[in-house]
Each structure stands twice: as structure tokens, then as C-alpha cells.
């Protein structure tokens, strides 16, 4: 199945892995989305600074001590960093820094990979302090229509817009 306007993160798979290895441990993603995938949130392309995905992921174990909740990212292109709702605040928070991209051009899109995205200093509250800031979280990736990297690039296209 292709895949267009999308963001693949699958957070930090040693994470998963150790919270579903708990007895009692709950790795649950939002029921409308497939594990790691976060939809482009419609309309938002027309935004050049941030881009808006839906859907979430809860990480819940050793009895509710362990409960992290991750929702809406959003990439903040100006600024280079992963946004997103979490459980304990109100305003979405700065949770990674991305890093330098790679972008590809392929079958009518292109696919730009964050490789090395590290938490920040907010990042590393968000998951209890168990990890540092600067500690190295799962690759990002968004595939984007081709029209829909034209509308982030503000590029002109000819269509009388």
C-alpha cells in the first residue's frame, strides 16, 4: 500500500519493547491509526511553518507509574523540532529536536527522514527523566504528496493561486 502524507514514528523501540514486555504493560495507539503512522491532519499543508498529524499513542505500566501519553505531532519546520500534545500539559510541547533531513524524490512525492532525532530538555520530562536530553529517539519520516510539498515549499506551480 502506498503511503502519502503521512508521519512514520514508531517513538523509540526499545521503549516499546520494554513496556510491553511488562506484566502489566499497555503500548495503545489511537484506534484510528496503524502503530507508528500519524495521518496528515487535513488543511494544514497550507501552514509553511508546521505541518499537523493526527492520532496518538498511550505507554502505561508497573501500575500507573509508568503513563505517558503522545498526541497530535506536529513538525515545526523553522524551528526543527517535534511538537505534540502530551498528558501533562495543555499547550503542545517541544519533545525532539530532528536533526538535519534527507529528502528523496520518489513516485510522484517525496520522503524526507530525520534520522537522529534527540530528545529535548521538555522531551526528557515527558518521559520521567528516564531519558536524557540529547538521548537519540526513532527515525522520522514523512511522505508527502508531490502537490502537497509544493504547497509547504511555497512554490508556484502555475494553477492561478
Excluded at 136 to 151: C, D, K, N, Q, Y
Aim: aromatic share 6%; net charge negative; hydrophobic share 40%.
Amino acid at each position: 500500500m502506498d503511503k502519502r502524507d503521512v508521519l512514520e514514528w514508531e517513538i523509540k523501540a526499545s521503549l516499546l519493547a520494554y513496556v510491553q514486555g511488562l506484566g502489566d504493560g499497555v503500548v495503545a495507539w489511537h484506534p484510528d491509526q496503524q502503530p507508528g503512522e500519524f495521518p496528515l491532519l487535513p488543511g494544514n499543508e497550507s501552514s509553511v511553518r508546521r505541518l499537523c498529524f493526527a492520532g496518538g499513542v498511550s505507554l502505561r505500566g508497573h501500575g500507573g507509574m509508568l503513563h505517558v501519553v503522545i498526541e497530535a505531532p506536529c513538525i515545526d519546520l523553522e524551528h526543527g523540532m517535534l511538537l505534540a500534545r502530551v498528558r501533562q500539559a495543555e499547550e503542545p510541547v517541544a519533545i525532539l529536536h530532528l536533526g538535519d533531513a534527507d529528502i528523496q524524490q520518489c513516485d510522484g512525492g517525496f520522503v524526507i527522514t530525520y534520522a537522529a532525532p534527540s530528545l529535548t530538555p521538555d522531551g526528557a520530562i515527558v518521559f520521567g527523566g528516564f531519558y536524557r536530553e540529547g538521548e537519540r529517539f526513532s527515525p522520522i519520516v514523512l511522505r508527502l504528496e508531490h502537490g502537497t510539498a509544493i504547497r509547504l515549499a511555497g512554490i508556484d506551480t502555475g494553477s492561478g493561486r
